[in-house]
């Protein structure tokens, strides 16, 4: 079974959220879910960015880096959307990573080092017309190239957290097949 850090999306650490990683426990893995917004949740994404950008990126950041202070090194970071800046950063910079789980977004392998580490697979999930995720689509597409062992699935829809059920966005046929998707990731690591 594996060790998960698993960080939320820009809306905060919501019920879906929790869910989620509930799911995960449940198939006999070891989820820690930090709360970067201290309790806070928000009921838009534009509410949520504004709280970010308010408390500042660098500083949630930080805090995501600090959940990681005292568990083992050798964890799946995983996050939704804005918790993928912290899961991907530290999948790639702190040694001992079994693997990273990046959903709704990826950043560009540069952004934190000059490649993915050897031997860490990488699974990437988004929608292929969100917005938000189209974006990223490159970086994901670079990411899967270079990486040894790494898996990116786009989903049909526009819906940008899908995966967490307490959002309007929830697609839950969308989410089984991610979830499926995690589950094998993660019996394989």
């Known amino acids: 079974m594996a060790e998960v850090l698993l960080f939320?999306?820009?809306q905060g650490l919501t019920d879906g959220v929790r869910a989620f990683a509930d799911d995960l426990r449940e198939a006999g893995h070891t989820v820690h879910t930090p709360d970067l917004f201290e309790g806070r949740t928000f009921a838009s994404?534009?509410?949520g960015m504004g709280f970010a950008r308010e408390a500042g990126f660098g500083t949630l950041r930080e805090r995501g880096a600090a959940a990681a202070e005292g568990l083992r090194p050798d964890l799946v970071y995983a996050g939704f959307s804005f918790g993928v800046t912290v899961a991907q950063k530290l999948a790639q910079t702190?040694?001992?990573a079994r693997g990273a789980i990046?959903?709704?977004s990826c950043i560009p392998v540069t952004e934190f080092g000059d490649s993915w580490p050897d031997g860490v697979p990488v699974q990437i999930h988004g929608?292929?017309?969100d917005e938000f995720f189209d974006e990223d689509l490159p970086a994901a597409r670079e990411l899967v190239k270079s990486a040894s062992a790494a898996e990116l699935?786009?989903?049909r829809g526009d819906q940008h957290l899908f995966t967490d059920a307490?959002?309007?966005a929830f697609d839950a046929e969308a989410s089984a097949l991610l979830r499926e998707r995690v589950h094998t990731f993660l019996s394989s690591v």
Request: charged share 30%.
């Open 8 to 10: 939320h999306h820009v």
């Open 45 to 47: 994404l534009e509410e």
């Open 94 to 96: 702190r040694p001992g």
């Open 102 to 104: 990046l959903m709704h």
């Open 127 to 129: 929608k292929e017309g």
């Open 153 to 155: 699935f786009v989903y």
């Open 166 to 168: 307490s959002l309007d």
